[in-house]
Nanobody, 124 residues
Framework: EVQLVESGGGLVQAGGSLRLSCAASGFSFDVYAISWFRQAPGKEREGVSCINRIDGTTYYADSVKGRFTTSSDNAKNTVYLQMNSLKPEDTAVYYC?????????????????WGKGTLVTVSS
């Protein structure tokens, strides 16, 4: 069974840090790219970052650039999202996602598989 499982969400004060994990399993194909998305109440799901797990190339939304870093532990089939200097506006459910073609994209329409999300709450 194809499965993406996010973990690491929680409550953190503004300015703090949190590290999210996305564990991938059950894929019959190489997961070349993992993307992170987030969705706050009343807002559209938006792309946060993505990583090409083959060459390590990363992409970030302008809103998180310089604060968030995504990385991959390929041996563990796990992708991380290190979130620093968190702001209240970062509060959202964070999802990791992948597509069968392994395309690194931050468009939610391009994703074939999604995790169930992990909630990140940043207090002021």
């Amino acid at each position: 069974e194809v499965q993406l499982v996010e973990s690491g969400g929680g409550l953190v004060q503004a300015g703090g840090s949190l590290r999210l994990s996305c564990a991938a399993s059950g894929f019959s194909f190489d997961v070349y790219a993992i993307s992170w998305f987030r969705q706050a109440p009343g807002k559209e799901r938006e792309g946060v970052s993505c990583i090409n797990r083959i060459d390590g190339t990363t992409y970030y939304a302008d809103s998180v650039k310089g604060r968030f870093t995504t990385s991959s532990d390929n041996a563990k089939n796990t992708v991380y999202l290190q979130m620093n200097s968190l702001k209240p506006e970062d509060t959202a459910v964070y999802y990791c996602a992948a597509n069968e073609l392994g395309i690194a994209t931050m468009s939610p329409l391009g994703m074939d598989y999604w995790g169930k999300g992990t909630l990140v709450t940043v207090s002021s």
